[in-house]
């Protein structure tokens, strides 16, 4: 038979003589969760229904009254995450002068331990307002607030520091003294570090902070090699063999440059006109097992055909459509310029055709290409066609659409349909100056045609464009001299001067 167990007697003897429960259930876990809810419920409520004082308003502390009052309510001491609230949304209004009074109470009062990521969204805040002292100032406090500062504090400080110049300077002794704070340097730290000294142009040092992590015991981090990489390319003054020493440099360290690492190196050099050694790194980009993009293609075709080897262009271009790499817009205008230069103009049409097969279709920028070779030679029945050929394809003229048909006109001798496209270029949007306009308004007085040139300077004028000198040496030497005077106060007064654009063009 089980024994029945009889009740401790040191318990019923407690209930017995004070008649209550050992614990109150009052101060259970659950009651002290509870009144914390409420009380930040009625934190936020207050809050959310407070009109905010101007930043010369006396009353700095409203804010921390109705933090603790809020929580006093409930009979319960403020959080956390209470202070983090009434920082967010102070920070968030730009109410900086209540932080004061809120921090102070904060580190002076408070016992528990405050999380980290107050002070960085805080620091974050002050350097997004430029307040960089503040922000400095914040960084050195985190300890009196309980606080072990980390790297992840030191990093959004250097993050707001580096963004602008006056912050920079500051940088060397943040570092000293965060040494002190027994705070270690990370990749991150450095990647930081890096980017803000290449943004400033001083690529040497970044350099040389590369060299240091190495020392140190890092690894290479490829994505600040990249950035170092990046920035030499686009730094002015830099010669292409500084460029390439440093992918050296990196390559022995055990970086191996990506696709977009290999485009910026050779966009750089084609550009410092260095396309043999362009072809170089394109050749080792192959070795490494990077296949090359249309990118990479349309920077090497501009290359060679700025040097003249054509040869090697057409060899390049065959060599990206064998390797399925479908050329775009920019590759095949890189490609036709070349065949502009080589004066074949009829391969440069067929072009257009092969760009239409493969769902690519020619620009304004391809149409005149090939109009200004056709210029240049007095294709003027070509010419024209292609003009056809272009507005049936849905390509509109342009200013240089026009300049380049002019230009041909004029060649040729076309002064009548000169002077109807130049009435058609007047008419539409375009108010640019060219030599052109001069060329046939002598040519009008040449022929003695100086109504109709006096009728298109007019026009040019109401549109704020001013001939240039060959065009009035033209003019006035085709009247008389009353006449000419005449001529000139009626074009100069027909428009404000503010209003009419007086360009200087030599003769």
Not at 132 to 157: K, Q, T
Not at 196 to 211: G, S, T
Not at 377 to 401: A, C, H, I, Q, Y
Not at 463 to 472: E, L, Q, Y
């Amino acid at each position: 038979m089980a024994m029945l167990r009889q009740p401790s007697i040191s318990k019923t003897n407690f209930l017995r003589k004070r008649r209550k429960w050992p614990l109150s259930p009052y101060k259970a876990t659950w009651h002290e969760k509870f009144h914390q809810h409420q009380a930040m419920e009625t934190l936020k409520s207050t809050i959310t229904n407070q009109p905010s004082s101007p930043p010369e308003s006396p009353n700095n502390s409203q804010y921390l009254s109705i933090l603790i009052d809020s929580f006093r309510i409930y009979n319960s001491d403020p959080t956390p995450n209470a202070y983090h609230f009434v920082i967010s949304t102070l920070t968030r209004y730009r109410q900086f002068h209540h932080l004061v009074p809120l921090l102070h109470h904060l580190e002076k009062v408070e016992k528990f331990e405050t999380a980290e990521f107050i002070f960085i969204n805080l620091i974050k805040v002050y350097g997004n307002a430029h307040m960089f002292e503040d922000a400095v100032d914040i960084f050195f406090r985190i300890p009196n607030f309980r606080c072990v500062p980390s790297v992840y504090s030191l990093n959004a400080l250097l993050n707001v520091l580096c963004k602008r110049r006056e912050g920079i300077v500051m940088v060397p002794q943040i570092l000293l003294k965060s040494q002190a704070m027994k705070i270690r340097l990370e990749e991150s730290s450095f990647r930081i570090l890096v980017a803000a000294l290449c943004r400033i142009k001083k690529h040497n040092y970044a350099i040389r902070m590369l060299n240091y992590m190495l020392n140190d015991g890092y690894a290479v981090d490829k994505r600040m090699c990249s950035f170092v990489l990046s920035s030499l390319c686009e730094q002015k003054g830099l010669s292409g063999d500084e460029v390439l020493r440093f992918m050296d440099e990196m390559r022995k360290l055990g970086f191996y440059p990506g696709r977009v690492d290999c485009n910026n190196v050779i966009r750089f050099l084609v550009k410092e006109g260095m396309a043999m050694d362009a072809l170089g790194v394109f050749d080792q980009m192959k070795t490494d097992g990077i296949k090359p993009d249309t990118v990479t293609y349309t920077f090497i075709l501009n290359g060679v055909i700025t040097d003249g080897d054509y040869k090697k262009a057409d060899d390049m271009f065959d060599e990206m459509l064998v390797l399925g790499v479908v050329p775009d817009i920019h590759a095949y205008n890189v490609y036709i310029n070349g065949l502009c230069k080589q004066n074949n103009i009829e391969e440069g049409v067929r072009m257009l055709a092969s760009m239409r097969e493969l769902g690519c279709k020619p620009d304004s920028v391809t149409y005149n290409m090939l109009l200004e070779r056709m210029s240049k030679t007095g294709d003027l029945s070509r010419m024209r066609e292609l003009v056809r050929e272009m507005e049936l394809m849905g390509v509109p003229r342009n200013w240089e659409t026009y300049r380049i048909m002019l230009d041909g006109l004029v060649g040729k001798g076309e002064i009548d349909e000169s002077c109807i496209l130049l009435e058609e270029m007047l008419d539409k949007y375009f108010d640019h100056w060219c030599s052109t306009f001069d060329e046939i308004i002598c040519e009008l007085c040449h022929r003695g045609l100086v109504c109709k040139a006096l009728q298109l300077v007019s026009k040019m004028v109401s549109k704020t464009i001013a001939p240039g000198a060959r065009a009035w040496d033209a003019l006035l030497g085709s009247v008389e001299l009353s006449f000419a005077e005449n001529i000139l106060t009626e074009l100069v007064n027909s428009l404000p001067m503010h209003q009419v654009r007086l360009l200087e063009h030599k003769s």
